[in-house]
């Protein structure tokens, strides 16, 4: 879209969403209640997010190529990332002589891409942050069918999402996040109908205050298939990102300044999402810190590798031949 058709509310969500992330991530451990307020919300976001712009059924050909486009809009990402994990860990199986197993496992994961991959002898097979990319091409594939549902399409994608749920408790195990990607389809299927369809105020209400609820009585966290009160925990992930929509609306009518610098972010977050993945997995702000000599709190601390994780991302979108994987 160009900058005047551009609705900038989603992208000053995006952006406020993937600073969620960060410091979920990075300071959540310390401070389990706000993790548990940011978990009950920050995934379903985006997920939700994407099924606003998301294509539906129109034919089989259409369909198809909308599919491809998915693909190649989300995967170079993921592979890329991967990639680079990779790479460091050669670079510290070379510099620390900690032997090949972690080169390995990180390479096998290019092909399992799941967040509970099997034991194998080099290792479980994993995947961080990057799941979502994985998970979000998964979701936005199933909905193109299951659009042609209409009405019905939210209520199946929860029976399916749920269904998932329970047999993920039997079989916890899945390929190319597909169970995550299963679970992601009620959100996705939200985004995609709300856009065409009026949600009534009481509709609107009742879902904020389940996010209230759930909040304080309930907790999310999808990567780790935690759903402690499932119907509650999905309507609430959507009061919740209801509100950061109200957020996003009243920064971009009162705080231009502010609304600019959230959008640019949210237009960013693929390539925010993918450095904090690999900055995490290498403690490069640590090893920076350490190669300086310098003590840093936890609050500094934070504040460094979230400049660190946003710096380079945004020199990442200013590579013009990289730049186009990541925006």
């Known amino acids: 879209m160009s900058e005047k058709q551009r609705d900038i509310t989603f992208d000053i969500m995006k952006g406020i969403g993937i600073l969620l992330v960060i410091v979920c991530h990075l300071i959540g451990w310390n401070h389990p209640y706000l993790a548990q307020v940011i978990l009950s919300f920050h995934m379903p976001l985006f997920f939700i997010v994407a099924g606003v712009f998301s294509k539906p059924y129109v034919d089989g050909p259409s369909s198809k190529a909308n599919v491809k486009r998915y693909f190649a809009r989300l995967y170079p990402a993921f592979a890329i990332t991967q990639l680079m994990i990779v790479a460091w860990a050669v670079l510290m199986a070379v510099a620390k002589h900690e032997g090949w197993d972690s080169p390995i496992r990180e390479s096998l994961s290019l092909v399992?891409?799941?967040?509970?991959?099997?034991?194998?002898?080099?290792?479980?097979?994993?995947?961080?942050?990057?799941?979502?990319l994985i998970a979000l091409f998964v979701a936005k594939s199933l909905l193109i069918p299951l659009s042609r549902l209409k009405q019905w399409a939210i209520p199946v994608s929860l029976v399916v999402a749920f269904g998932t749920f329970m047999l993920h408790k039997v079989f916890p195990y899945s390929i190319w996040c597909l169970s995550l990607g299963l679970m992601a389809l009620p959100f996705v299927t939200i985004g995609w109908w709300v856009k065409n369809h009026p949600v009534p105020l009481w509709l609107k209400i009742v879902a904020v205050v389940c996010w209230i609820v759930a909040s304080c009585f309930s907790r999310l966290d999808m990567y780790s298939f935690t759903w402690k009160c499932y119907p509650l925990d999905v309507l609430g992930a959507c009061g919740g990102t209801y509100c950061v929509y109200l957020l996003s609306q009243?920064?971009?009518?009162?705080?231009?300044?502010?609304?600019?610098?959230?959008?640019?972010?949210?237009?960013?977050?693929?390539?925010?999402?993918?450095?904090?993945?690999?900055?995490?997995?290498?403690?490069?702000?640590?090893?920076?810190?350490?190669?300086?000599?310098?003590?840093?709190?936890?609050?500094?601390?934070?504040?460094?590798?979230?400049?660190?994780?946003l710096g380079l991302a945004i020199v990442l979108v200013h590579i013009p031949k990289v730049k186009k994987l990541f925006v």
């Open 112 to 132: 399992w891409a799941d967040v509970f991959g099997p034991m194998t002898p080099w290792g479980g097979l994993s995947l961080g942050v990057i799941w979502f």
């Open 250 to 309: 009243m920064i971009k009518k009162y705080l231009r300044i502010t609304a600019k610098a959230f959008s640019m972010l949210g237009v960013w977050s693929l390539a925010i999402m993918c450095v904090h993945c690999f900055e995490m997995y290498s403690h490069l702000g640590n090893h920076i810190k350490a190669l300086v000599g310098v003590e840093l709190g936890m609050w500094p601390m934070f504040v460094w590798r979230l400049v660190l994780t």
